[in-house]
């Protein structure tokens, strides 16, 4: 009778734990996806260059980058201005090469799956769109480039991509954005050839967890506007600029998507109900530098739209220790993204300019930005060319940094 009662009294006691173990397998079983983008800056001058170069796994800013995104081990990872190449090849062989091949220790990581459109830079336009009285060179091409696929994309993902449903918008022409910033004196003829895109923008679906145990789509929305400068006053690339980001607000937003008709032929914007993470290297900072930043701040802004606002220790240390055009800045520096130059009136000094932001709903359990501070022996990674810190002088990692949010569905 005894051995009977507590045996009951033991079960009972059991059930919270049961609970408690129950719950922590229910927790683990959650997908945690972490998202990042990086402007590598793996841009060269001219057409196959960059494939000569990475080529059998010696390119040292390449392996710097792998290194980084070995130690951050992001599930999917947009990689900014990667010259392609018409296979496509040299983003193969630096995920093969270098993200797939261990780095000064670490493990390397495989991204299965990729994606890696043809981009507008260097594509010829048949127009004077810089308006130096002739149809040649980067400034005449339907985004600045050299060579066809100069400054392009890739996006690496562990997860499968959807590729029939991948959604492209490379040939949009600006002027069908409604209410467009025309640039000052750009004649008809030029404004009808103008694409919206410098680059392009992407909607890459992945799908995340297995379907019979509640799998997600989650749409990367991609994209890498033009800077606002390097022009005249005509602001052809500060209105650009504005128009690449603003399209993205109106691709979230259902009754202002009708314009939008992606390479494809297919008209409308994402559908209200989707999972979305925007990312990219959008090139204007929120409070700083010289964007027209009132597009920016309405997606920030959106209600379908959450910003983590990723920080960094190193980012506020750089900031006071350069000084100079930071100085004058009103942001706050923990969320830089952008290492650019601080004499005044050179450079913009230190922006936000690289953004990870999820839709709403979506849990934001982490976020960061690779961006170590002086003292940690990482630092040489983020590109510091003081030859007693690292070896390898004149040979720059990006002035970009890698910014990563993690998400829990």
């Known amino acids: 009778m005894n051995y009977t009662r507590w045996s009951i009294l033991c079960l009972l006691a059991s059930i919270p734990f049961a609970i408690y173990v129950a719950n922590r397998r229910s927790a683990s079983a959650v997908a945690v996806l972490r998202v990042a983008t990086f402007n590598v800056s793996l841009h060269r001058p001219e057409p196959g260059a960059l494939l000569r170069e990475l080529r059998g796994g010696g390119c040292e ?3 710097r980058i792998a290194s980084i995104v070995q130690r951050t081990m992001p599930d999917a990872i947009l990689l900014c201005e990667v010259d392609r190449d018409e296979a496509a090849e040299a983003a193969a062989v630096l995920n093969k090469e270098y993200f797939a091949v261990a ?11 990729s994606y890696c459109g043809p981009v507008n830079t260097g594509e010829p336009s048949g127009q004077d769109l810089d308006r130096d009285g002739r149809v040649a060179g980067p400034g005449d091409a339907f985004g600045f480039g050299a060579f066809p696929g100069q400054y392009g994309m890739v996006l690496l993902s562990r997860h499968p ?14 002027q069908a954005m409604p209410g467009a910033l025309r640039p000052d004196g750009v004649g008809d003829d030029a404004w009808n050839a103008m694409r919206l895109s410098s680059k392009s923008h992407w909607d890459v679906p992945i799908g995340v967890g297995d379907k019979r145990t509640g799998g997600k789509v989650i749409h990367l929305l991609c994209s890498h506007p033009t800077p606002p400068v390097f022009d005249g006053p005509e602001d052809r690339n500060g209105r650009r600029n504005h128009d690449e980001i603003r399209f993205w607000v109106d691709y979230l937003t259902p009754d202002r998507a009708g314009w939008i008709v992606d390479d494809a032929g297919v008209r409308g914007g994402l559908g209200a109900d989707a999972h979305f993470v925007v990312m990219g290297d959008l090139n204007c900072d929120p409070m700083d530098g010289d964007s027209r930043r009132e597009a920016l701040a309405a997606l920030l802004a959106h209600p379908r739209v959450q910003d983590p606002q ?18 004058r800045h009103g942001g706050d520096a923990a969320l830089d993204t952008g290492d650019f130059a601080d004499v005044v009136p050179q450079g913009p000094g230190n922006l936000r300019v690289d953004y990870v932001l999820p839709s709403k ?12 501070v002086d003292a940690d022996p990482l630092y040489r990674l983020t590109g510091d060319y003081d030859p007693s810190r690292w070896p390898f002088t004149g040979v720059p990692t990006s002035d970009h940094r890698q910014v990563w949010v993690d998400l829990r569905y």
Do not use: C, H
Not at 106 to 113: D, N, Q, R, S, V
């Open 161 to 174: 991509i959807l590729e029939d449903q991948v959604r492209t918008f490379r040939t949009l022409r600006w």
């Open 361 to 372: 709903g979506t849990k934001v359990v982490g976020s960061g930005i690779f961006w170590p």
């Open 310 to 327: 990723p920080k960094s220790r190193g980012g506020d240390e750089e900031s006071k220790k350069q000084f100079g055009a930071n100085a």
């Open 61 to 63: 800013p390449a392996r």
């Open 103 to 113: 780095q000064r220790g670490l493990a390397g990581i495989a991204y299965e799956f």
